[in-house]
Structures are given as structure tokens and as C-alpha cells.
């Protein structure tokens, strides 16, 4: 895994490169993105060069496909043609970033040769997107899912899956249909909570709703200044689990409200108490 | 006001006397309370000695209950009987900083003698809680709500009210119904929220959702550590009102539910956009 190429420069895909070259890799790092995500990037070093996406899969070893769900679907289409041509000389790995994997995996396996993609999922973010907040240290401590299909084998997945070490990532293989299922409950619902909560109080129009209220509050609201064009294609890739974490959450929630009319809340909190433990061990 | 009582020497009752102190306030601060918070106050500087409730009523200007709210109500009680005696003598102002007011100020009308009490309510916290945890910072830039009944006045008041500007808080007067409505929005919904998230996840038993998360489930899931000693004296003094704001979350969220199944999810994240900025201003 001589040269890389990085699809899509922003908060993640710069991270990547950053981690990369602190690590010590010292190939080229082509950066494939709108212009001002690349110039960004020059300058901090994420990347050492532009390029075409034809181009970069013409020269990289490993494709790193970091951009939102249903961009990432569209580049899986465009790569068909010279994937396949390319893999007649010489073998390229295509992995992504994207926030749910299923859907991804899928169309992997229908555009692309067996054996050249390997979906992941780096569990990673920040309250700001964009190449300008990227950092080498994103990954370290931090989940990384990889959701290789079965029988997957490719000759750099043992060297990608080293860099990912080398960041300091956790790294868990995973079944795609399990992964979207977990976040689904981890990361999808508390997105949707927190949404629904800030445009509960922004429905209100309710001055003191901004001005009255502790530092709860604004943890509850961080998630709901994610962008909404983000997670449409989350959303539209992981409808079914979606759903389901919503039903869960409404059936406690239905309890909850049960408990505060008959006065006997502590159960829930018990059980709140529990996870919120095990999280922090 | 030259001499302080702290009924309660947690969290909120001991960065009253750090913060007094700090602020170089120079007469006796009393604490009322179990022995192993008095021993850790006096430590601290908090209290200048320990005093019974009985003490504390017959010498200090200002009674300040920094109980939980179940626990200020039967303090009112307690205190009617020596409050009636030593207002025959000299002023005494109660204060408390129970985390809701109406059915507080209703019992000490019921109480205590006209003009002797003045609801607060500190919107400063922590995760933990304690005494080993106050600070003399804890009310700086935050919302310090006060709810005088109509028409009220009593000689230590603007001194009171001048200690809690010296501390940097942000001194609101109003209504204590209007406080209890707002406050079921913007402290005890996220609350409730938090808490039947974490217990969803909790009730799922899959070691993954402890292990398969980003930085957004520990925002959420951080209100959910709370007690539920303290919390159920909250919901039971405003139940109605908390009701309420679950109905609307509920409201908002079968329309996300619904903008999920439809994929059109956007108007949601666009007014949650709007609310989580303007609370960042």
C-alpha cells in the first residue's frame, strides 16, 4: 500500500491523511474534492496533491472514500468502469467512511469486482464539519468498523488495517446489517432526540426557553446542529433500524410519561443510571 | 445581612459559602446538615461552624435551603414556629434554591409569616454532586431565578440580591408558575429525555451499544447519571407542567417519525438548526 487517494477532503477525510503522514507514511496522498476542501488540505498537509477521481484510481493503491452516504453511493457507480479496467493491471482497495453500511455494501458488490471493497465506519466527529477541524488524533480511542463481506481478501487489507491500528483506532469487523442495526440505537435515535427536542423548543417561540436553563440543555442540543442534508441519505439508508430505535425509544418514553402521572419514575431512572455507568467504565 | 445559614451543605448550599466567601463576605456562614457534609464544608472554608436549624433560625439574617425539593417543603414546616418567634425580635429573610418553585412558594405562604421568603433557584450544576464538588465559580454566567410574590419587600433583600451580582449570576425575577413551565421545557424534559434514552439502551442488553458509539451518545446519555431521590420530588412538584412538555416532544417526534418514513426529515433538523444557534449566541 504504496499511495493513497482520499475521496472527498473534509472533516474525516482530512483526519485520514493527517493520521497517515503522522504515522509515518510517506507515499502520495491524491485528494479528490471541491477546490477550496483541496487548498485547505494542501496547506495542512492532508494531502500532497489534486486529482481526478479517474486519475486517482489510475495511480492509488487504496481508495478512501469519505463523503456523505449518498455521495459515496454515487462515486461507487462512476467507479465501475475504471475499477475494472484497473484491476486488470494491478490491485486497487476501495473502502469508505460513510455513516451506514448496508446499503453501501450492496451497491459495492453490484458496481464493483468481488473482492475490492471493504466497507468501514470510523465511530469519529465533531460538532464541525470541514478539512479546516481536521486532525491526526481524530481516530485514537475511538470505534472503527470495518464489514468485510464473507471470504473478503484483498493484498493491502492487512497493511490498512495496520494503519488503523497505528492511529490508535479500535478496530471491530462487523456484519453491515449489524452495524446499521447498532447505530441505528447509538447514534441515529440520540441524533433524532436531540432534533426533535431543539425544534420542540424552537416551535414554542418562547424567549426564556433559550435564556432559562443549565448546561443540560445544551448537551441535549449539540447533535440537533448537525446538518440536515448529512443525514437525509443516513436516514434514507437506514430507514427500517431507524424506525425500530424510534418505537423502542417511544415505548420507554410512553412508560416514562406513565411513571411521572402515577409518581414512580425511579425505575427508569435505575435502569438509566445502569447504562450510562457502563458506557463511562 | 451579616450573618449567613446553609440548610444543606451539597453542591448548591457549599459554592453559596465558597462563593460569599470569595466574594468577601466576612460574618458567620452556619451549616445545617449531616456531619460528613459539615465536616467537608468546614474543610472547605464553605461554613464557619455547624449549627442546628433551631441555631440558625435565633442568629443568622439569611436562611438559605439548599435541600432537595421534597426536603425544603418539610424544612418549611419545621421552620414555622421559630421563624414566628424571631420575627418578633429582628428580620430573618428564607431563601431556598429548590430546582422547582411553585408548590414551594405556596407552602412557605402557607408557612410562614407574609414577606419572610423569596423562591430561587440557581440554574447551576454538575454531573456529581456534594459538597467535594462545590465551587465558588458555580453561579458565574448563569441564570439565578428569583420568584417574589407580588408586592414583596423585606429589608435584606437587595443585599441578598447584591451578593448574588457579586457571584456574576445573571438575576431573573419572575413568576414562580411561569418559572415551573419553563423550566419543565428547558431542564426537566431534556432530563426525562436523557433517561428514557439510556434506559432504551440499557433494556436492548447488547454489550455493542456500549461499545459502538461516538461522542454524541455521551452528551445524551450524561442527565441520565442523575439521582432518582432527587428527580422524583421534582417531577411530583411539577407534574403537570412536565406533562405537558412531554406531549409536545411526543408531538414533535411522531411528525419525525412520520418525516422518516417519507423521507423529508429536513424541516425538523432546520428548526432544531435554529434553536440550538440561538442558544449558543
Avoid at 7 to 17: A, D, E, Q, T, W
Avoid at 114 to 136: D, T, Y
Wanted: with cysteine; proline share 5%.
Amino acid at each position: 500500500m504504496e499511495s493513497v487517494a482520499i475521496v472527498g477532503v473534509g472533516l474525516i477525510g482530512g483526519s485520514f491523511g493527517l493520521a497517515l503522514r503522522r504515522q509515518g507514511f510517506a507515499g502520495p496522498i491524491l485528494g479528490v474534492s471541491s477546490s477550496g476542501a483541496i487548498e485547505a488540505a494542501l496547506e495542512l498537509g492532508a494531502i500532497s496533491s489534486r486529482s481526478t477521481l479517474e486519475e486517482a484510481v489510475e495511480s492509488a493503491d487504496l481508495l478512501y472514500l469519505a463523503q456523505p452516504v449518498d455521495r459515496i453511493l454515487s462515486t461507487l457507480e462512476q467507479l465501475a468502469a475504471p475499477v475494472a479496467s484497473r484491476l486488470r493491471r494491478r490491485p486497487i482497495l476501495i473502502t469508505d467512511a460513510g455513516s451506514t453500511k448496508l446499503r453501501i455494501v450492496q451497491h459495492a458488490s453490484r458496481f464493483l469486482p468481488p473482492n475490492s471493497f471493504l466497507g468501514g465506519h470510523p465511530m469519529a466527529g465533531k460538532e464541525r464539519s470541514g478539512v479546516e477541524v481536521a486532525e491526526a488524533a481524530l481516530f485514537q480511542n475511538r470505534p472503527y468498523v470495518l464489514t468485510p463481506e464473507r471470504g473478503f481478501s484483498h493484498p493491502f487489507e492487512p497493511a490498512f488495517r495496520n494503519w488503523l491500528n497505528t492511529f490508535g483506532a479500535r478496530v471491530i469487523s462487523l456484519d453491515a446489517a449489524e452495524h446499521d442495526r447498532v447505530v441505528a440505537f447509538t447514534s441515529h435515535l440520540p441524533q433524532l432526540l436531540s432534533t426533535a427536542l431543539a425544534a420542540t423548543l424552537e416551535s414554542a417561540s418562547d424567549p426564556l426557553f433559550s435564556e432559562l436553563h443549565g448546561s443540560g440543555l445544551l448537551d441535549m442540543s449539540r447533535l440537533a446542529r448537525s446538518s440536515p442534508a448529512l443525514w437525509s441519505s443516513i436516514i434514507a439508508t437506514n430507514r427500517d433500524c431507524i424506525l425500530s430505535a424510534l418505537d423502542a425509544f417511544s415505548t420507554e418514553l410512553a412508560a416514562i410519561r406513565e411513571a411521572v402521572e402515577r409518581d414512580s419514575i425511579s425505575t427508569s431512572f435505575v435502569r438509566a443510571n445502569t447504562f450510562s455507568a457502563t458506557l463511562r467504565k
